[in-house]
C-alpha cells in the first residue's frame, strides 16, 4: 500500500491478507469476508462526522416514492473524509489489495458510483433479498465486488437491518448468515446469480429513535468474468419476504400483523408495477424496431414476397 492508503486503511488490513482471503474463499453460503476495524480508527469517526444529513439523500424508492432509506451516490462532494475515500478506491495499491484479499484481479472502480455511495436507513426500512444488477450500465463491465463499510457505533441484531446472506431465499432449506452492521466494520462479497442478500425490517426501540442505519457501498468491476459465472444483463432481481411464521390459520392479527401484511403486499405492488413497466418499455422497443424494418428497403421487399405467395396460393 502507499502512503496516502497507508493512512486509511488499517495496516492490519494488507497484514492479514493471505488470511482474508482465505475466509473469502469460503462459500457460506456464497464467497464473502468480514473485515473488523477495516479503515484507521480516527479516519472512520471522520466519516461519520461527516455522513450526510438524510434530507441531503435521494429518498425516493423504486416507485418514486418517499420512503425511510436516502442515499448519496457522488460522494466526493460529502466533505474531505470523502474525496480521500474516492481517491483512495481508485488507486492500483487499494484496487490490489482487495484483488489478493477476493482473488479477483483487474478491478475497476466505478466513477458513477451507480447504485453506491452513502446508505442511510430509518426504523420501518427493510431490504428483501435479491441479487444486484450484472452489469454496469454505461461501460457493460462485469460487477464483481460489493464492499459495504457501517458506520454505526451501536447495533443489535433485535433492531432488524442486519446484513443477511442466503444461500436461496426460495427454498426451505435456505441458509442465512447474519452479519451485524458495527461501526467500522467491512464486509466483502461476491455479485454472481447467487448472491442473495438483504436484511429484515429495522425496528429501534423508543429509546433510541434518533439511530439509523448508515453504510458506505462501493462497487467493483472487470471487463470480463469466468464462462461459468455469466448470464444475460439483468437489473436487481427480489424474491418477496414470506409470511412470518407467526402468522397462521387460527390465529388473531393485531395491529402490527395487519401492518405486516400491508407492507408485504405493497411490497408485491410494487415489483409487479415494476415489472409490467419494463414489459410495456420491451414491447415499445419491438413495435419501434418492428417499424423501421417494415418501413426500410428490406421491409418493403419482405411486404412484396408476402403478397406474391399470397396471389400463388389463392
Partial sequence: M?????????????????????????????????????????????????????????ARNEAGELGA????????GLGPAYAALDDLIQTQPFLDLIGRITGIDDLLYDPWYFGGGTHENRSGQDLDAHIDFNRHPVESWHRRLNLIVYLNPAWHDAWGGSLELHSDPRSDRDRVTTITPLFNRCVIFETTEWSWHGFPRIRIPAEHADVSRRSVALYFYTRDRPAEEQAATHSTIYVDRPLPDHIRAGRTL?????????????????????????????????????????????????????????????
Fill in 69 to 76: 432509506k436516502s442515499t448519496v451516490e457522488r460522494i466526493r
Fill in 2 to 58: 502507499n502512503l496516502a492508503a497507508s493512512d486509511l486503511v488499517a495496516p492490519h488490513v494488507p497484514a492479514d491478507a493471505d488470511r482474508l482471503a482465505a475466509a473469502f474463499a469460503h462459500r457460506e453460503p456464497f464467497r464473502h469476508v468480514v473485515i473488523d476495524d477495516f479503515l484507521a480508527e480516527a479516519y472512520a469517526r471522520r466519516l461519520l462526522e461527516q455522513f450526510p444529513a438524510f434530507e441531503r439523500g435521494n
Fill in 254 to 314: 393485531d395491529e402490527d400483523d395487519v401492518q405486516t401484511l400491508r407492507a408485504l403486499l405493497g411490497r408485491r405492488d410494487q415489483h409487479n408495477q415494476r415489472l409490467y413497466r419494463d414489459i410495456a418499455t420491451l414491447t415499445e422497443q419491438l413495435e419501434q424496431a418492428k417499424t423501421a424494418i417494415q418501413n426500410g428497403r428490406m421491409g418493403r421487399w419482405a411486404y412484396l414476397a408476402r403478397r406474391v405467395l399470397a396471389r400463388l396460393k389463392s
